[in-house]
């Protein structure tokens, strides 16, 4: 596997900071941020340096009970080459439900949900990364996520469940540490049991982030320092192993440079730290593991899955009963989380709502995601809370709902208000060279 050495995770925020930042030797860019034949220039100018740039996927689902979608794998395709990206990532999850396999509205969940530990979810997730290896044009490694919630009746381990997957797939794996280090907390699993489980040798690099905790719960937030025992895992980590690559993500929040700096010496100290305690090759593997046979998920296993995910997603989404099994405290605090980031992200992509709002921007949304699951991503979100919005006569000041009125118009039709009148005249001068031709 490549040597990455160590990296950030790159955002539009903090990309002039980056270029600056001493001892960078790549950077991961969220896949669906960029824009193949529109690279941001920092990037470009990244990329020219030499610095590896490696594409991180969030919306393949490869833990879905449905196959990768043609389209998304042809997207994430395009810009591994538009990057020149040496491997791709995405991660062990699934993002929606519903659909033909179970004759249900299809959900979005717009974010990472955790896939059942079962037998039936492995054979569903190697078949659905054995198609997304053969449509990528580069490696791919898979990282395991946080989860707030537990599924009841898992027939395996975290550690045993990627080994099995990498064995019968020869996927990578990218271990995100922090991710255990939330599942010790709100799983009670041990950090130390499932890295003594993994493959080693099928690192292809290693995540570290910050959160912080809620009434005994851990929140894997990307937005605070990365604390003490998140550090301690990353060590114990490369006292196994040499891990080709170790990266800080940060997504929102951000400090000074200097802050970021300091914390990636940090990391950069936690791996010399479990290097210094290394012996031997370092790369534990099951001696004499027999691989497993290859198999296929078929209808029945698909559909099983299928039913059971859309139960769940529409406990979280559209507040249908909780599942038998699962623990209902648990499920609400992932049903306010799911909800709370549909916020943030329809914030972020669509600011001009947040403006026109104000403080009551927020208890809005939330009030509005409480009745209306997410179906169509997250800008067709935008439109469907600024519609459900005018539509319910909810907006008393005359200012704030006529500028909202305007807002919506502009971007709910196939084509932007603004450029109408230009499309029909251009059109209209089709029809007229059409006629004389």
């Known amino acids: 596997m490549r040597r990455l050495g160590t990296g950030i995770g790159w955002r539009p925020q903090i990309a002039d900071a980056v270029e600056r930042m001493p001892g960078i030797d790549w950077v991961e860019v969220v896949a669906e941020n960029v824009c193949p034949g529109h690279l941001p220039e920092s ?5 020219e340096r030499g610095v590896t740039v490696v594409p991180h996927g969030v919306s393949l689902g490869l833990g879905g009970a449905d196959r990768p979608d043609e389209g998304r794998l042809t997207a994430l395709a395009e810009r591994v080459a538009a990057l020149g ?4 990532t995405e991660h062990i999850a699934f993002v929606r439900a519903g659909g033909p396999l179970t004759a249900s509205p299809r959900l979005e969940a717009g974010h990472l949900l955790p896939v059942p530990r079962t037998r039936d979810a492995l054979d569903v997730l190697c078949e659905n990364v054995r198609i997304a290896q053969e449509a990528l044009p580069v490696p791919l490694a898979v990282e395991n996520i946080a989860a707030l919630i537990s599924w009841p009746g898992e027939e395996l381990t975290e550690g045993q469940f ?10 990578r794996l990218l271990i995100d540490v922090a991710n255990l280090h939330t599942n010790q907390v709100n799983r009670g699993e041990d950090p130390a049991k499932a890295l003594a489980e993994l493959p080693l040798e099928a690192i292809a690099y290693v995540h570290v982030a910050g959160g912080f905790e809620r009434d005994g719960v851990w929140h894997d937030s990307h937005a605070h320092p990365v604390p003490r025992p998140v550090l301690d895992i990353l060590t114990d980590l490369a006292s196994r192993v040499a891990p080709p690559g170790v990266l800080l993500e940060r997504d929102e929040n951000f400090p000074e440079p200097g802050e970021l700096e300091r914390e990636l010496e940090s990391i950069r100290t936690a791996v010399e730290e479990g290097r210094a305690t290394r012996s031997g090759s370092g790369a534990a593997s099951r001696a004499g593991a027999v691989t497993p046979p290859v198999v296929a998920a078929d209808d029945d296993t698909r559909e099983r899955l299928a039913l059971a995910q859309t139960a769940v997603l529409s406990s979280l989404v559209a507040g249908t009963p909780v599942p038998e099994g699962f623990d209902r405290v648990r499920m609400g605090v992932q049903a306010r989380a799911l909800a709370a980031k549909r916020a943030d992200v329809v914030a972020k992509i669509a600011p001009e709502l947040a403006v026109m709002l104000g403080a009551e921007y927020r208890p809005a949304f939330l009030d509005y995601a409480h009745g209306h699951p997410m179906t169509g991503g997250y800008r067709q979100d935008a439109l469907d809370f600024a519609g459900q919005l005018l539509f319910a006569g909810r907006i008393e000041d005359a200012g704030v709902r006529r500028e909202l009125r305007e807002w919506w118009l502009e971007r709910s039709g196939p084509v932007p208000r603004s450029r109408r009148p230009v499309v029909r005249a251009a059109r209209a001068a089709r029809r007229v060279l059409l006629r004389r031709g």
Not at 162 to 171: D, F, H, M, N, W
């Open 162 to 171: 990627l080994y099995e997957l990498a064995e019968r797939t020869g996927v």
């Open 43 to 47: 990037l470009l100018r990244l990329r």
């Open 85 to 88: 990206a040496p491997l791709v």
